[in-house]
Nanobody, 127 residues
Framework: QVQVVESGGGLVQAGDSLRLTCAIS????????TAWFRQAPGNEREFVAA????????YYADSVRGRFTISRGSAKDTVVLEMNNLKPDDTAVYYC????????????????????WGQGTRVAVSS
């Protein structure tokens, strides 16, 4: 059974940094695209960043490009989202999601593509 667990959220001030970690278990880690999404109160879930199953390509929403970095973590079977220069608009629950299709060519921004989701971790940025 695939399990996805996020950690690292918190309350910070504008301009601060946070590091979110996604731990995935229950299958071979390196065969599946993984992404981060976020959902602010009253808004739809939106794409934030994704990393290809091979680790050779990353993708970002325009709103976070240059401030956020997605990568494989140093800990086994983890994906990390480094968030710098945080803004109040980044306030949301952040979700890690991973696909069920093995070695899909490129990650998508469509949440329907992702079969496995974590419970989310809350990020709040004060001005």
């Amino acid at each position: 059974q695939v399990q996805v667990v996020e950690s690292g959220g918190g309350l910070v001030q504008a301009g601060d940094s946070l590091r979110l970690t996604c731990a995935i278990s229950g299958r071979t880690f390196n065969n599946y695209n993984t992404a981060w999404f976020r959902q602010a109160p009253g808004n739809e879930r939106e794409f934030v960043a994704a990393i290809k199953w091979s680790g050779t390509a990353t993708y970002y929403a325009d709103s976070v490009r240059g401030r956020f970095t997605i990568s494989r973590g140093s800990a086994k079977d983890t994906v990390v989202l480094e968030m710098n220069n945080l803004k109040p608009d980044d306030t949301a629950v952040y979700y890690c999601a991973t696909e069920s299709t093995r070695q899909r060519n490129n990650p998508t921004r469509d949440p329907e593509t992702y079969a496995y989701w974590g419970q989310g971790t809350r990020v709040a940025v004060s001005s």
